[in-house]
């Protein structure tokens, strides 16, 4: 069974720039997730999608980020403008409906903001 | 406000040795407890999980533990080995379905030498 994809796995940007990050969740997988794991801490959850509807996203800084699911599958995280804080690993995940519990993280995209 | 607290945050101990990392929470509802090992450059991968009734669950040279009542949880690491250094996540799930959310700590920083 392949893993979660996610792209690119590094990115280095200069504040103020824009930056988008995608993710392929498990095939057959629901629910997807956006974490941001900033050096040293646990992950934290931005957003939540079922299919391509929103769960949660009250950690969703929205002046600046965006996320969308179009088809139930793939997603896009955006960031735009970035901030130096927003240095962090970006890790997507994805869980069944049978098992949401069960979440299956990708490798994350590091974000280096100069 | 959910909380999960992790101990220490750093260890470095020798190759062979064991090792036990403790977990914290204030969690609620309490649904179950997930202990996840992250390689540096990599997404969390799950080693176990353990609901309200389980005590106790084993995933090869790692045993985890669980006090409902105290709201402690341990992983206990046996014979460690140099692939061990990494970083252990404690994650505590409450609620259910897809309305469950997932508390994370800020993890143990496991680093074995030789």
């Known amino acids: 069974e392949a893993g979660v994809a996610q792209s690119p796995r590094y990115k280095i940007i200069e504040k103020r720039q824009s930056v988008a990050f995608w993710c392929n969740p498990i095939s057959g997988h629901a629910t997807l997730y956006w974490y941001q794991q900033i050096l040293g801490q646990g992950p934290k959850l931005l957003i939540q999608f079922q299919n391509n509807g929103v769960v949660d996203d009250s950690q969703l800084p929205k002046d600046r980020f965006s996320a969308e699911r179009l088809k139930g599958v793939d997603s896009t995280l955006k960031i735009q403008p970035a901030k130096l804080e927003d240095s962090a690993v970006y890790l997507c995940?994805?869980?069944?409906?049978?098992?949401?519990?069960?979440?299956?993280f990708g490798p994350g995209t590091r974000l280096t903001v100069t | 406000k959910n909380q999960v607290e992790q101990s220490p945050q750093s260890l470095i101990i020798l190759e062979g040795k064991n090792c036990t990392l403790q977990c914290n929470y204030t969690v609620s509802p309490f649904s179950n407890l997930r202990w996840y090992k992250q390689d540096t450059g990599r997404g969390p991968v799950s080693l176990t999980i353990m609901t309200f009734s389980e005590n106790t669950k084993s995933n090869g040279r790692y045993t985890a533990t669980l006090d409902a009542d105290t709201k402690q949880s341990s992983l206990h690491i046996t014979a460690s080995q140099l692939s061990d250094s990494a970083s252990y996540i404690c994650v505590v799930s409450a609620g259910t379905g897809t309305a469950s959310k997932l508390t994370f700590g800020t993890g143990t920083r496991l680093q074995v030498t030789l």
């Open positions: 995940a994805s869980s069944s409906v049978n098992s949401v519990y069960e979440q299956y």
